[in-house]
């Protein structure tokens, strides 16, 4: 009992505030949207209070208060409010046209469900504005025809009232987050590097970092090839933050004064809200960059030189794993500055290079920047060609919320508008958490009409008592959503919208009523859709998505050391090329269906963590390749022909592993020990050590480091790791 005692419950709610708001944005974005909702509806009423102006107005302003928050700065969240007022035009005229026409309807509502829903994909703008653009077709196609020029005016009223509210007034702090987040985990595993910062400084670093990036269901990111390279960024610091440990700073040795100015720099350039602003940061970092790379190469120099004059094998041998550990560390660190100067540069490009994808900078395989053109094109072709989450959550979206429709023109539904977005609240990807929700889309739809019919029956419906309490409940339905769940948002919207029907006609807690019968039609239209469409759910696809992104990722992986290995004759090097490319098409499809497996599941971490472990590791596979194949160029290939099979054979091993057929009889002992004896036998053999013997090893070394550190991820002779 002790857990309801006023003090106890204020303590919790406290708590739950912290967690959910700890930067107080959505606090901001309710009080904004609680003080300018109201002004739009006022506005409206003055304009033309007998039609409906004012209807418009209000859940205009609701669609851009409420239902969407840009990402970006203050220039790119005002083009993001261009484009949706340009949509709101279109949708509210499309949905005007549709209306009296059952046929058109129900199919222009599959279309724009499809559509609107799958190009949240192609960047986290698009993605937040799909529910306002839904809701300005649904709202004239599922209400009573009226005229299209009282319709526009509403929706011009809202944008002239909301948009310059949403830019000025209480601006977000939050945008951004991914680049603020990854540079507090830059400096902080400097900090770790130099031995100011401890292992739990690094993990609640880079538990903040991988909560924005993963918590939302479409990546972080914009289209733009710039904001696009900071998830590679998020994978490199994942890794190093694993390998940052209590020695980390000792074993990089001289290069650890150059690893932490170049995650200084990286951070000083992420941190920079302003692309004009990154020029001397991109600069410092670029000079950084060059500054480890040279200490990187002499200090390989000097260890291969002294594994090679090593009294023994055993004291070689323990040189060389420390050896390896410190090319991977180094060349990970050095592999995130570069992704981060390159996101930096492409992002200083003219809007104009930007919109046409040209003008990137040259890149490697671990920085690659594609042009935006081209992203857009290859994310639609891949995910619709690799059958992925995201396209079957958007043929079922707009399967459902065009049935949704089709019920509102077969049976006499006297408010369609709530059926439809009955259906939009409560559409999962699969059945059983989509039948989660319609109980908890009835619960609170019910708590709602109950609290709300008290309070009009308490109050009446009278005007100036109900615009003195629109500012309460329109905050409630903006604020209860991102810290309270989902039935509490239910109830929070259902009062909202009992306040406006009796502003625009007063009738009471009846409109209350009505509204859950067609919150309950449209839920169970949901829960039918997503039964026959795809039952199974994101978590089943998400285990072969993996298994199918690990497949392409050790090809590409195998392909890319035989370049190495056996010559970078034309036909490898384009062999290597094309597999790049898969791989990070196959990233985006995986990523997707964790997004998508993460946003279902409504479990402990602890439930979570095998899927999302198995994600890393097959990214961090990807990185792997791309690191080796960033090798200029290969040694001759009379160089070192033992060392060459020692690698040959292991990312065999590896393959072989991930394939599921790992062979448990046969002793494997670390590629660094095999590397160090077969490396050592062969210079005994050749009896030189000359410095054009000791370049020729440098890029087999960067191989054995890379598949070392697949070898402790992936261990060979175990069985095969399970994705579910």
């Known amino acids: 009992m002790r857990s309801l005692r006023p003090a106890a419950l204020r303590d919790r709610v406290a708590q739950r505030i912290r967690q959910r708001d700890p930067d107080g944005d959505a606090l901001r974005r309710a009080l904004r949207a609680a003080m300018v909702v109201p002004l739009a509806g006022?506005?409206?009423?003055?304009?033309?209070?007998?039609?409906?102006t004012p209807l418009f107005a209000i859940f205009g302003s609701v669609a851009l208060l409420v239902f969407s928050d840009f990402p970006g700065n203050a220039n790119n969240r005002a083009l993001a409010y261009a484009g949706l007022a340009v949509n709101?035009?279109?949708?509210?005229?499309?949905?005007?046209?549709?209306?009296?026409?059952?046929?058109?309807?129900?199919?222009?509502?599959?279309?724009?469900?499809?559509?609107?829903?799958?190009?949240?994909?192609?960047?986290?703008?698009?993605?937040?504005?799909?529910?306002?653009?839904?809701l300005t077709f649904v709202l004239p196609a599922c209400t009573p025809v009226g005229p299209l020029g009282e319709r526009l005016l509403g929706w011009t009223i809202a944008l002239a009232?909301?948009?310059?509210?949403?830019?000025l007034l209480l601006a977000p702090r939050h945008h951004g987050q991914l680049r603020s987040r990854a540079a507090r985990a830059c400096r902080t595993l400097a900090d770790r590097l130099d031995g100011a910062a401890t292992a739990e400084d690094v993990t609640h670093a880079m538990d903040r970092l991988r909560a924005t990036f993963l918590g939302a269901d479409f990546r972080p990111v914009g289209?733009?090839?710039?904001?696009?390279?900071?998830?590679?960024?998020?994978?490199?610091?994942?890794?190093?933050?694993?390998?940052?440990?209590?020695?980390?700073?000792?074993a990089l040795a001289d290069m650890?004064?150059?690893?932490?100015?170049?995650?200084?720099?990286?951070?000083?350039?992420?941190?920079?809200?302003?692309?004009?602003?990154?020029d001397t940061g991109r600069a410092e970092l670029d000079v950084a960059l060059a500054d480890l790379r040279k200490v990187a190469r002499g200090r390989y120099r000097e260890d291969l030189e002294t594994i090679l004059g090593a009294e023994d094998d055993e004291h070689a041998v323990r040189l060389g794993r420390e050896l390896l550990r410190r090319r991977t560390i180094a060349a990970t660190i050095g592999a995130t500055g570069r992704i981060i100067a390159a996101a930096?540069?492409?992002?200083?490009?003219?809007?104009?290079?930007?919109?046409?994808?040209?003008?990137?900078?040259?890149?490697?395989a671990s920085e690659r920047l594609l042009p935006e053109t081209v992203v857009a094109a290859q994310i639609a072709s891949r995910f619709v060609t690799n059958r992925a989450v995201a396209v079957r959550n958007s043929l079922r979206t707009g399967l459902?919320?065009?049935?949704?429709?089709?019920?509102?023109?077969?049976?006499?539904?006297?408010?369609?508008?709530?059926?439809?977005?009955?259906?939009?609240?409560?559409?999962?990807?699969?059945?059983?958490?989509?039948?989660?929700?319609?109980?908890?889309?009835?619960?609170?739809?019910?708590?709602?009409?109950?609290?709300?019919?008290?309070?009009?029956?308490?109050?009446?419906?009278?005007?100036?008592?109900?615009?003195?309490?629109l500012p309460l409940v329109v905050f409630g339905s903006a604020y209860v959503p991102e810290i309270a769940s989902f039935t509490a948002a239910q109830a929070a919207f259902t009062m909202m919208v009992l306040i406006f029907f009796n502003l625009i006609v007063p009738t009471g807690w009846e409109v209350g009523l009505i509204r859950v019968e067609d919150v309950v039609v449209g839920a169970l239209v949901g829960v039918v859709v997503s039964l026959l469409v795809w039952p199974r759910g994101a978590t089943a696809a998400v285990t072969r998505a993996i298994d199918s992104a690990r497949g392409i990722f050790a090809r590409y992986l195998q392909v890319a050391v035989l370049r190495i290995t056996r010559g970078a004759f034309e036909e490898r090097r384009d062999e290597v090329a094309i597999l790049s490319h898969n791989a990070l098409a196959a990233s985006r499809v995986v990523d997707d269906a964790v997004r998508q497996y993460l946003s279902e599941s409504s479990g402990e971490t602890d439930f979570r963590a095998p899927v999302v472990r198995s994600f890393n590791r097959?990214?961090?596979?990807?990185?792997?390749?791309?690191?080796?194949?960033?090798?200029?160029?290969?040694?001759?290939?009379?160089?070192?022909?033992?060392?060459?099979t020692v690698l040959e054979s292991h990312v065999q091993a590896i393959c072989d592993r991930l394939a599921g057929r790992p062979d448990p009889e046969r002793a494997w002992t670390p590629i660094s020990d095999d590397f160090v004896l077969a490396l050592r036998s062969e210079v005994r053999d050749a009896a030189s050590q000359d410095d054009l013997g000791v370049s020729a090893a440098l890029p087999l070394l960067t191989v054995a480091a890379a598949l070392g550190e697949l070898e402790l991820i992936y261990p060979l002779g175990a069985p095969r790791e399970p994705a579910r």
Do not use: K
Request: positive net charge.
């Open 88 to 134: 709101g035009y279109v949708m509210i005229s499309l949905g005007t046209l549709v209306a009296p026409y059952p046929v058109p309807a129900v199919l222009t509502m599959f279309v724009l469900g499809v559509v609107v829903t799958f190009s949240g994909v192609l960047s986290e703008t698009i993605a937040a504005g799909q529910r306002a653009t839904l």
């Open 618 to 644: 097959a990214i961090r596979l990807r990185a792997a390749a791309d690191l080796i194949a960033d090798i200029p160029t290969p040694p001759p290939l009379s160089a070192y022909p033992n060392v060459r």
């Open 161 to 167: 009232v909301c948009v310059p509210a949403a830019l």
């Open 400 to 469: 459902g919320l065009a049935i949704a429709v089709a019920v509102t023109h077969l049976f006499p539904v006297e408010h369609g508008f709530w059926v439809v977005l009955g259906a939009l609240s409560v559409l999962r990807s699969s059945a059983l958490t989509t039948g989660t929700r319609v109980w908890r889309a009835v619960i609170g739809t019910g708590i709602g009409f109950l609290l709300g019919a008290a309070l009009i029956n308490l109050v009446g419906v009278d005007p100036p008592v109900l615009w003195m309490l």
């Open 256 to 278: 650890r004064a150059p690893a932490v100015r170049v995650l200084r720099c990286a951070a000083a350039v992420l941190q920079q809200p302003r692309s004009a602003g990154r």
């Open 223 to 250: 289209l733009t090839a710039g904001s696009r390279a900071l998830v590679r960024v998020v994978d490199d610091l994942e890794w190093v933050s694993d390998r940052t440990g209590q020695r980390a700073g000792a």
């Open 42 to 52: 006022a506005v409206g009423f003055v304009v033309a209070a007998n039609s409906q």
């Open 344 to 364: 930096a540069a492409a992002d200083a490009r003219p809007v104009w290079a930007r919109a046409l994808g040209v003008r990137l900078p040259p890149t490697g």
